[in-house]
Nanobody, 124 residues
Framework: QVQLVEFGGGLVQAGASLRLSCTASGGTFSNLQMGWFRQTPGKEREFVAA??????TSRGGVQGRFTISKGAAKNTAYLQMNSLRSGDTAVYYCAAQPRKVPWACILSQNYGIWGQGTQVTVSS
């Protein structure tokens, strides 16, 4: 059973950068679609970025500031976040789903595996 663990959250000032990582373990990784979502209290989970197993990416409203990538071993996804703003403060969740066809899906309901989340706080 694939499990996900996120690292890299923290408290930073506005304008700073952070890189989140998400490592999958316990399964086959060559066909994993992986994504990042974020959530603040009282709001629905928001799509941030996704990457398919062939490297195709999708990005949400953070386009241009955030970049998703995968490690060479295909079991790690990274989210490089630049020019952080106070509005980026949220719990960031990594998600994954095995796919036969490459797909960088933006819908949270199409992911069956989730990490525990990592807090990102941006102070203004």
């Amino acid at each position: 059973q694939v499990q996900l663990v996120e690292f890299g959250g923290g408290l930073v000032q506005a304008g700073a950068s952070l890189r989140l990582s998400c490592t999958a373990s316990g399964g086959t990784f060559s066909n994993l679609q992986m994504g990042w979502f974020r959530q603040t209290p009282g709001k629905e989970r928001e799509f941030v970025a996704a990457i398919s197993w062939d490297g195709t990416t999708s990005r949400g409203g953070v386009q241009g500031r955030f970049t998703i990538s995968k490690g060479a071993a295909k079991n790690t996804a990274y989210l490089q976040m630049n020019s952080l703003r106070s509005g980026d403060t949220a719990v960031y969740y990594c998600a994954a789903q095995p796919r036969k066809v490459p797909w960088a899906c933006i819908l949270s309901q199409n992911y069956g595996i989730w990490g525990q989340g990592t807090q990102v706080t941006v102070s203004s």
